[in-house]
């Protein structure tokens, strides 16, 4: 069975990085897409970004020129550079696999 697990949540101040990981581990074929998504408290879960194994990405808004998403199709493993963070990007960051069940989550705090 494939499992994602994430990793890379950190404390850090505003305007500082973090660069996120997230390997499918088991798969024994390249997912077409993968992304990661993240949950505030009080708030649902939303999409930051998503890549396909083409290549081809798409980011929400509110990430747009800070975050960067990336992946290594042999590895199944994709990644999230976040750079000039805020504290508004405060949440559970889940890694997203097509047709693979959710992982646990990796916690982001952005302290002002």
């Known amino acids: 069975q494939v499992q994602l697990v994430e990793s890379g949540g950190d404390l850090v101040q505003a305007g500082g990085s973090l660069r996120l990981s997230c390997v499918a581990s088991g798969s024994i074929f390249t997912i077409n897409v993968m992304g990661w998504y993240r949950q505030a408290p009080g708030k649902q879960r939303e999409l930051v970004a998503a890549?396909?194994?083409?290549?081809?990405?798409n980011y929400a808004d509110s990430v747009k020129g800070r975050f960067t998403i990336s992946r290594d199709n042999a590895k199944n493993t994709v990644y999230l550079q976040m750079n000039f963070l805020k504290p508004e990007d405060t949440a559970v960051y889940y890694c997203y696999a097509k047709g693979v069940e959710w992982g646990r989550g990796t916690q982001v705090t952005v302290s002002s």
């Open positions: 890549i396909t194994s083409g290549g081809s990405t």
